[in-house]
């Protein structure tokens, strides 16, 4: 009988009972793969805030915690910081993967390109790091900038930020009922050729629908939240969080506050796991995982898993709530793996 039975069966609460499901959580994160599919921590880098290899007590996240927890892998995000036009997109996608090979390099630190290169992390008891862009603005209108991106490592796409950019209407244009435009559908397309997985977070829900009409791969929303749990323009409807789980495809949980307490106001683990639940509801079991948004926003995470090196304290209430270890193995690593799997190989 899986562990978590046991607890629900006996319903019991006591601080013994709570040394056990902590032990628990630990073991679950040393013996399955753990991935958290999108972290803004690049940013920082290249801007010389602090340094990834080692511990700060600024931030959410850096190669120190993320061995705390056990992570295997992390998708780092390139953001396009900023935000004047014309964007310069190409020069800072070429700034963040200059960055990021530096960091790849590191002792301790292997540069994903393949789900192979996770396993081998694992087993080497290394952090895998993986590149995405944050916007498809830093394409600049170019396919062929798509393919340079990939031949450098880039393994994810986020179609749009929250504007509007060539490819098609952010989540802030959704009322203009703007999808994507026959640029953004193209690259949908070249992107599952490519092997690079396509990230609709940030895109209008038009968009969204257009991306499931177009897509010839799994795709994957890597840092939401649930709408039925806070209308957000950045969370999806249960229509959403549903055609992603016929599709193969995968939902990122969010632990970003503004997208579950719609404020500033520090939001809670509790409230994370309310939102995961819902969308394993609604999605399928097989279809949720982590994209915690860490170091995309300020304050410190929810409480009390304020930074990635606490993160087995969201597996602890999991297990609290009756999840079981399969159920929580999958939602640490193993959905998100077998969707890289079908996309990058």
């Known amino acids: 009988m899986d562990i ?34 999108h972290q803004g921590t690049l940013l920082d880098v ?31 995000s390139a953001f396009p910081h900023e935000r004047l036009y014309p964007i310069r997109g190409v020069r800072q996608a070429l700034d963040y993967i200059d960055a990021f090979l530096g960091l790849a390099s590191a002792p301790g ?3 994903v390109f393949h789900t192979s290169d996770i396993e081998d992390a694992q087993e080497a008891d290394e952090a895998g790091i993986m590149l995405s862009l944050g916007d498809g603005a830093m394409l600049e209108g170019s396919l062929e900038t798509l393919r340079m991106y990939h031949k450098l490592g880039v393994r ?35 992107a599952a050729k490519l092997g690079m997985v396509v990230d609709v977070s940030h895109l209008s829900e038009a968009g969204f629908w257009d991306v499931l009409d177009v897509a010839q791969a799994p795709f994957v929303a890597s840092h939401v939240n649930c709408h039925v749990l806070l209308p957000h323009p950045r969370n999806l409807t249960d229509a959403q969080l549903k055609a992603i789980g016929e599709a193969g495809g995968l939902v990122g ?12 106001e520090q939001a809670t683990i509790s409230q994370v796991a309310d939102h995961i639940i819902h969308a394993m509801e609604v999605a399928g079991e097989d279809n949720v995982g ?34 079981s270890g399969q159920q929580i193995a999958g939602i640490l690593g193993r959905n998100w793996m077998r969707v890289l799997r079908a996309v990058i190989g």
């Open 4 to 37: 978590a039975s046991i607890f629900k069966k006996k319903g019991e609460n006591g601080p013994a009972m709570e040394e056990i499901r902590m032990e628990r959580a630990e073991e679950l994160h040393s013996e399955n793969l753990v991935i958290d599919g």
């Open 46 to 76: 290249i801007k010389g805030v602090r340094k990834f290899g080692e511990e700060s007590s600024m931030g959410h996240s850096d190669l120190p915690r993320l061995r705390q927890a056990g992570v295997d892998c992390v998708i780092l």
């Open 109 to 111: 630190v292997r540069h």
């Open 156 to 190: 994810m796409l986020t179609l749009t930020w929250n504007d509007r950019n060539l490819l098609g209407d952010g989540a802030a244009f959704s009322a203009s009922r703007g999808g994507l435009t026959p640029f953004g559908i193209r690259v949908v397309e070249e």
């Open 253 to 264: 949980i969010s632990f970003n506050h503004e997208y579950i307490t719609g404020t500033d």
């Open 290 to 323: 982590l994209g915690t948004d860490f170091d995309s926003f300020g304050e410190p995470g929810p409480e009390p898993v304020t930074h990635i090196g606490k993160l087995p304290l969201l597996t602890f209430e999991l297990l609290k709530r009756g999840i």
